[in-house]
């Protein structure tokens, strides 16, 4: 759902007219407005730390990178008329120092720019030669459009604006312009010759500005309501708990879910053969509606059939477990020696090569792969250098396992965490491996990658994880509890499946807001469930245990934090 951004627009137009208005003033007299070039200068610089401020504030730092490289190239051009180059150049850094400041003061989301282009570039259909052919093209066209448009701008009293993209600034502009409009419309843009043109006079018309092109493209973006209050509807109510008495129903159980503002985890327990995956379904079919992405981890492969799911697998969609993640080198060096090791169960001298190894790998490369860390190892192997007091044998022992994670697929395509934040469906087919350490490692990296992204673009995201048990076990280090921990301020929400409460992570079920038991027939499981449900009454406790192991087919038990009735639904 692409989502209107008239904001962006307006304050584009805005920047844009400001530009054009600043050029007309600081120009030499062809402009209609005559004041002093130092009174002139202060308003300019006035100006500029100003919008950089407001721009701060409102948050895009989109906007703000490309109006600043735009003043620079106004500044340089419209001073090469009037003053020596060092008058200029201290014009440039002092307005440059100014605007930086208003936007360290109003701004704290420059992490965003990174992210966007990232998300723009990765697209499969981005090319280098369709963004130099559109680049080009669109410069072209604006050249003739200006041409034809100098012929009545003569009749014009403010040559100014007419004559602009025909100088040469104007022109590297068009460039750019037409380059950015490339790389963010992509193929469509190229193989739509209206489109090519209506691109033109929109380069043409932003003038110098970059970003009213940007803005208007963005209008494309799509985007997700992360704080809107919606609803999902669990079943049918038969009978609820309350004040230790059973009371009948009636009506639909429909919990809320209000994605960054409030904990929306829900946690599905019961049998084999009761009905928890069925439940999952539901839950995607209504979250589909509210425009939510979801991620399944589908451990048996029984997503597939999800209208308009995107599938990927390990083997088709590797990821890289190298990946950094934006952290600290040694810590993400110690976290991914941990995965390896605990997946694989290496020994602890393993583990503490493993992660010299690794650390490095990144002290001398950015992005590093697997490939890399083999080839590392060999060149210890291979030469005399020692890696600290390290055996050689140990070294020669981890390369089997760096091997057993490189990608095989040559036709693979690489996860992309924005994709997922993206598309409306992606179901992570895990049927296809038959190794269990491949898969936790795997799964490990694709929820860390994604919480890592999501924490940059603040989307939502629901993530179904079945079988959570075999992830996230008791006393061992996942990123599961984290997520039921930290996820609610990036707008994530969790929907565990599991047959076997008593393994999983205490932490999934004390920061989860639903939790919803289906009939447990094994007894110590449902005694421990029992107790999350009652806390400390011990005649609640008694009927839910006994409920627990009695409920009918496809009934459940729903506890929901806050509420003081516990609810059999019929799902
Ligand atoms: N509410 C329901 N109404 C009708 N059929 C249902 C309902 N819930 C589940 N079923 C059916 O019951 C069968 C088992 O359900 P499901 O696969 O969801 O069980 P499960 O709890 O996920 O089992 P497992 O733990 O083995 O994965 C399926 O064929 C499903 O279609
Ligand atoms: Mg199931």
Not at 375 to 399: A, N, P, Q
Request: include cysteine.
């Amino acid at each position: 759902m692409a989502k209107t951004t008239s904001t962006d627009i307006a304050y584009a137009a805005i920047l844009t007219a400001v530009n054009i208005i600043l050029l007309a003033v600081v120009l030499p007299p062809t402009g209609t407005i005559q004041i002093t070039f130092l009174s002139n200068t202060l308003v300019f610089l006035f100006l500029v730390a100003f919008i950089g401020y407001g721009l701060g504030k409102i948050g895009d730092g989109t906007l703000i990178l490309a109006e600043t490289i735009s003043l620079v190239f106004i500044m340089v051009h419209a001073g090469g008329y009037l003053l020596t180059w060092t008058f200029i150049r201290d014009q440039v850094l002092f307005s440059l120092l100014i605007f930086a400041v208003g936007i360290a003061v109003g701004s704290s989301f420059f992490k965003n720019i990174h992210l966007d282009l990232k998300l723009r570039l990765s697209r499969e259909h981005i090319d280098h030669r369709t963004v130099l052919v559109g680049g080009i093209g669109i410069a072209g066209f604006t050249l003739l459009l200006t041409y034809l448009v100098s012929m009545i701008g003569e009749l014009s009293t403010n040559p100014l604006i007419y004559a602009l993209p025909a100088t040469r600034y104007g022109l590297l502009f068009s460039l750019l312009n037409g380059t950015i409009l490339t790389i963010l419309l992509g193929d469509e843009l190229i193989s739509k010759p209206l489109l090519t043109i209506l691109g033109s006079v929109l380069v043409y018309l932003s003038g110098l500005s970059v970003p009213l092109v940007i803005a208007v493209v963005r209008l494309r973006r799509p985007e997700y309501v992360i704080s809107k209050r919606q609803e999902i509807t669990l079943g049918t109510i038969i009978r609820k708990l309350k004040n230790s008495r059973w009371i009948k129903g009636r009506g639909k159980l429909s919990i809320g879910i209000e994605l960054g503002k409030e904990n929306n985890h829900v946690v599905v327990v019961g049998a084999s053969g009761t009905g928890k995956s069925y439940l999952c379904k539901k839950i995607i079919s209504q979250l589909r509606r509210y425009d939510i992405p979801v991620l399944v981890i589908d451990v048996h492969g029984e997503y597939g059939s999800i209208e308009e799911a995107n599938i990927i697998t390990p083997i088709g969609n590797p990821i890289n477990i190298l990946d950094d993640m934006g952290k600290m080198p040694e810590v993400r060096a110690r976290e991914v020696a941990d995965l390896i090791s605990t997946a694989f169960r290496l020994g602890n001298v393993q583990r503490l090569a493993l992660m010299q190894l690794i650390s490095e790998l990144y002290m001398r490369k950015t992005n590093p792969t697997l490939d890399d860390l083999e080839e590392l190892i060999e060149e210890y192997l291979t030469s005399s250098k020692e890696l600290g007091s390290f055996d050689k044998e140990v070294l020669k022992s981890l390369l089997p396992y760096v091997r057993s994670l490189r990608p095989k697929n040559k036709l693979a395509r690489w996860v992309l965490p924005e994709e997922i934040l993206g598309n409306k469906v992606t179901v992570v087919d895990l049927s296809v491996v038959n190794d269990m350490s491949l898969i936790k490692i795997y799964v490990e990296t694709l929820l860390e990658s994604v919480f890592h992204t999501a924490q940059l673009m603040r989307r939502g995201l629901f993530i179904v994880i079945e079988e959570v048990h075999r992830f996230s076990s008791k006393g061992k280090k996942s990123i599961i509890p984290r997520l039921f921990m930290e996820g609610r301020k990036f707008g994530i929400a969790v929907v565990a499946v599991t047959q076997d409460p008593l393994s999983v992570e205490p932490a999934v079920f004390t920061n989860t807001k639903v939790i919803i038991s289906y009939v447990i027939p094994e007894a110590s499981s449902s005694s421990y469930m029992a107790r999350i449900f009652s806390g400390n009454d011990l005649v609640k406790y008694k009927k839910l245990r006994e409920v627990l192991t009695s409920l009918k087919q496809f009934e459940a038990l729903v506890w929901i934090r806050g509420d003081e009735n516990v609810y059999v639904v019929k799902t």
